[in-house]
């Protein structure tokens, strides 16, 4: 039935089987306060002015419905008032509509609004999510924070597919504060939302590392991050798992012990091993990719057992009375009896883990110079550190400690037999490579340094960790563990290719490609974005003062940062520059600068597929200034002057070379005779094997062919002009020459 019929039928009887008497009253002095009343489907919505400055948002929903055969009129109202429901305003609104031509029937200013808005967001939409493979884009990398049992979101910026989605490995993003104050083109109305909280968040958890998810804020955080489509997770060394926003999972708690104590923890259905402490929490699966809320009972007494330390046996009670008071629903941690430890037998593996700390500054000490990041462009000074560890089995201990019981990730505890002696000398050995502890007085983190922290002498230093480094700890028994955007992290180039190719008349095409783990890797893009982020290239002088020795590290697709020699880079930086400003377009070269692909590709180590061409055309643009001599043809009736035979040689010379030219005598010096006798040595010498089209003013046309015929009579001539020239086109094949008109 129509919504207008429906409230007809609401008198102030009907109306008094939902509102109570006092409502009802009350109503009647509001209905005069009722304001932009529509009505969509059966629902009415409306604003009502109230006692609070801001009018209360109301809306009304009736309903007739069936039970047991028999019909009953249904009313539900929800108000922004704090009475919520049924509510004086809710009655005003009813006896509103009841009034004739209360209820717009014109379109409700909400659709109006979309509909004009339409078109600018969705172009605004399509210029934020670019046009095509390989655009740039931030994406949202959950994972679990280096240091501490918190889950993390750091900012990726990386390449997209056609469907928006990660293309490559990316690197670490860290501008935000800046791209809050002047957003980047690659950042979307949706990013500039979650920078904001994600500001937020790093200026409250002053931790290293992303942004922990704890708290409101970090839900606020997830829940953002998970709306752009770009949110992953970093689930071991392999390629981050797409997530996506998933119906909330019911959790429960537990009560683990551990080494250092008792500690809460939430477990989710299905098991989830990623689940941040935020409030509410959530979990991220890494097998389906779900992300969502996790649920469970007591939240608030939840959030903060979380934010306990591990706890010892004289505190358990402590801890269990205060349960008990306010949610005595969650499990006590007194019912958790301490299992004596399994013992294991395993040899002593060290471990070294690679990564990087953001410092606000560092003092001087060892080979590094006093730095502060305060008034300057960045955020942070990066800063290299290796974390050792003495791993038995799956238990791992740090240098120093004197502990044999390890609780494992699954909860079991596991009592370990260490072996001193290796210990001591797998100390030795990291001792020897350079490294020694790094003192907490050096730094200055955002927030507490990690303990157990190893440095090497310098920042110079770490360049040589890779090649010289990591063998010698290999051979020392060590397992280094070096994550593929470590910073230090490069490998060379195994092969250096040049293919050269006709690409289209008067222009050759160039591929370059390296060699990297067995594939080939297109070089261009990666020069294009180099040149980009470093003006010195684009400098012919700045480019010949770089020392030889340096490196151009260059980020390849799948992560891999691969280290380009200077020198090896210097050619190309010279001579073809501008060619790697047009990013995704093929290299092309005009044939006459051939010299300059030569000299771009100068020295040994390039390998190159299509010398031949190459050597052809250099010889070629080398003897332009060579012109010979050639001879009249047998079938010219004329004597050539000297400068027509000139001009005849260097016609023939402009075939030879393979080159265009104009034949730019002045008028009446018979440059007409110079081609036809152009014309007559190539068909002499059998290379006239298809017709020459002549396109010349209408008033040239008898010229040309009288002297064709005069001077070169065994030229077949044929007229195509007029209204009739289509007919003659079967007849082309059977002629030497062609004329036409503009």
Known sequence: ?????????????????????????????????????????????????????????????????????????????????????????????????????????LPREEILAWARGLGNRLARDAEQTGRGTGREALFYLVRRASHGPDIEIGLLKARCDENGQLAGAGS??????????????????????VLRRYRDVVRRVTVPGGARLVGREGAALAEAALA??????????????????????????????????????????????????????????????????????????VAELLTLPPLSRSELPVVAEALARHASALPSPEAVRSAEPVPIDAPCQPVLTVSTLDCRQWRAHRGYRRRSAAGT?????????????????????????SNRVATLVDGRRVEVTRDGAAEARALASLEQAGF?????????????????LFGLESEDAWQRFLPEVVPALHAAGWQVACPHDFRHRVTLAEGWHAEIEDAAPGWLGVTLGIDVGGRRTDLAPLLHAAFQDDPRWLDPVAVRAMPDDEALVVQLEDGTRVALPVDRLKPLALTLIDLFDRPGERLRVPTLDAERIATALQGAAWRVDGQALLDRWLERMRALGAVAPVASPAGLQAELRPYQRDGLAWLQHLRHTGLAGILADDMGLGKTVQV??????????????????????????????????????????????????????????????CLTTY
């Open 676 to 737: 036809l006798a152009h014309l007559l040595l190539e068909q002499e010498a059998g290379r006239l094997d298809r017709p020459v089209l002549v396109v010349v003013p209408t008033s040239l046309v008898f010229n040309w062919r009288a002297e064709a015929a005069r001077f070169a009579p065994s030229l077949r001539v044929l007229e195509l002009r007029g209204h009739q020239r289509a007919a003659l086109f079967r007849a082309v094949p059977e002629h030497h020459l």
């Open 172 to 193: 670490e993003w860290r501008n935000f504060e800046a791209a809050l104050l002047k957003p980047p083109t690659f950042l979307s109305d949706d990013d500039l939302d």
């Open 1 to 105: 039935m129509p919504l207008a019929s429906l409230i007809r039928q609401l008198d102030d009887e009907r109306l008094g089987e939902f509102f109570s008497s006092s409502a009802l009253q009350r109503a009647k002095a509001y209905v005069g306060r009722v304001e932009a009343l529509e009505a969509a489907g059966n629902q009415l919505t409306a604003r009502v002015q109230g006692t609070a400055r801001e009018a209360y948002r109301v809306r009304v929903k009736v309903e007739l419905r069936e039970f047991l055969g028999q019909r009953s009129l249904e009313i539900g109202t929800r108000c922004s008032c704090p009475v919520v429901n049924r509510c004086k305003h809710a009655a005003a609104v009813l006896m509103a509509a009841r009034r004739p031509d209360a209820v717009s029937t």
């Open 228 to 301: 752009t489509g770009r949110c992953l997770l970093a689930a071991g060394t392999g390629t981050p798992v797409a997530l996506t926003a998933a119906m909330d999972r019911p959790g429960s708690v537990s009560w683990i012990p551990g080494e250092q104590g008792v500690r809460a923890e939430v477990a989710c259905e299905p098991p989830c091993r990623y689940i941040a402490r935020s409030r509410p929490m959530f979990y991220f699966d890494e097998v389906t990719g779900d992300a969502g809320r996790v649920v469970v009972p007591s939240p608030a007494v």
């Open 436 to 452: 020694r502890p790094i003192r907490p007085g050096w730094l200055e983190t955002r927030g507490e340094m990690p303990p157990g």
């Open 377 to 401: 462009a960045i955020d942070a000074l990066p800063y290299d550190y290796a974390l050792p560890v003495f791993m038995y089995g799956e238990a791992g201990f740090v240098p120093g400690s």
